[in-house]
């Protein structure tokens, strides 16, 4: 049996919108399957993680509280341990930040403004409608963090929305017509999945009816593939998903990028990809 100790860190439902149960499975399911390899997996919650004292040499989890991410950075930057996903990569997947260097590595992404929510727009504003506002300093946790937007005068009525709630800043993506997509992928391995969401029914915030029924547009998976993993490398996670658009002329665009996501339709395929890549990860550390 392996002396290697493993901190396993769940995702606290808070951060789990509409997902909890799928949150929970994906990780109980990782987690069999390093136990099963021999490892002695420790399991805290997000609080837990906080509080106690960290001694094992490996994390891995689904966390999202900021003071529990700065505290993994702390871990991974004092070399106490290494991270799937890192609290680094974590952090860049929060949208600002996301946006930011998505854009700037020339991952394939929509035209893309970062505006203050206390910000008045004039017709000087290059904005481009209909639109999709997000909250820019976090993940989507609620509904009304992100909003299609149609003309000036809804996005003028929305900001003051998110400011009283205390989000400073919004990106706002241009709305992209085409098929929208939903994958899923563990960087570093061959797993990778995808599938239209409207079709399968499978939503949060009902947010896919906007772009509905896919035409079928024809795409290269493979490209889609590697576009992803690029975006992968460029945010500094392993463990992903998101969703895309594929526009008319085959053309596609993130719009979307996760850590660590439900991995629902195919929860068992991914399970074994994230437990291959946290084993292949530790032969190769230690």
């Known amino acids: 049996m392996s002396?290697?100790?493993?901190?396993?860190?769940?995702?606290?439902?808070?951060?789990?919108?509409?997902r909890i149960g799928n949150d929970a499975a994906i990780f109980r399911a990782v987690t069999m399957l390093l136990t099963e390899a021999g490892y002695e997996v420790n399991i805290y919650s997000e609080n837990e993680f906080m509080a106690a004292p960290i001694e094992e040499e490996v994390v891995f989890g689904m966390l999202r509280n900021e003071q529990a991410v700065q505290?993994?950075?702390?871990?991974?930057?004092?070399?106490?341990?290494?991270?799937?996903?890192?609290?680094?990569?974590?952090?860049?997947?929060?949208?600002?930040?996301?946006?930011?260097?998505?854009?700037?590595?020339k991952v394939p992404?929509?035209?893309?403004?970062?505006?203050?929510?206390?910000?008045?727009?004039?017709?000087e504003h290059s904005i481009t409608f209909p639109c999709w506002t997000k909250r820019g300093d976090f993940h989507a946790i609620h509904r009304e963090d992100v909003s299609y937007i149609r003309n000036r005068d809804e996005l003028i009525g929305i900001l003051p929305e998110y400011a009283l709630r205390g989000i400073k800043r919004v990106?706002?993506?241009?709305?992209?017509?085409?098929?929208?997509?939903?994958?899923y992928g563990v960087?570093?391995?061959?797993f990778f999945y995808w599938f239209y969401p409207y079709e399968h029914q499978h939503s949060k915030f009902e947010l896919e009816n906007i772009n509905g029924h896919a035409c079928g547009i024809s795409f290269s998976?493979?490209?889609?593939?590697?576009?992803?993993?690029?975006?992968?490398?460029?945010l500094h996670v392993h463990v992903y998903g998101g969703d895309a658009v594929v526009s008319p002329d085959g053309t596609i665009r993130l719009i979307d990028f996760n850590d660590w996501p439900s991995f629902a339709p195919c929860r068992e395929e991914a399970a074994r990809a994230i437990a291959i890549l946290i084993t292949d990860t530790i032969q190769n550390q230690f």
């Open 187 to 190: 960087n570093g391995t061959p």
């Open 71 to 105: 505290k993994l950075q702390r871990l991974e930057s004092g070399k106490k341990c290494i991270a799937i996903n890192s609290g680094f990569g974590i952090e860049n997947c929060t949208r600002e930040k996301m946006t930011r260097l998505l854009v700037g590595d």
């Open 221 to 234: 998976t493979q490209e889609l593939q590697d576009i992803c993993n690029q975006a992968a490398r460029t």
């Open 109 to 123: 992404h929509p035209q893309s403004w970062i505006i203050s929510t206390l910000e008045e727009i004039g017709e």
């Open 171 to 183: 990106v706002i993506n241009e709305h992209l017509e085409g098929d929208l997509i939903k994958f």
């Open 3 to 18: 002396q290697i100790k493993i901190a396993g860190v769940e995702r606290a439902s808070l951060f789990s919108p509409n």
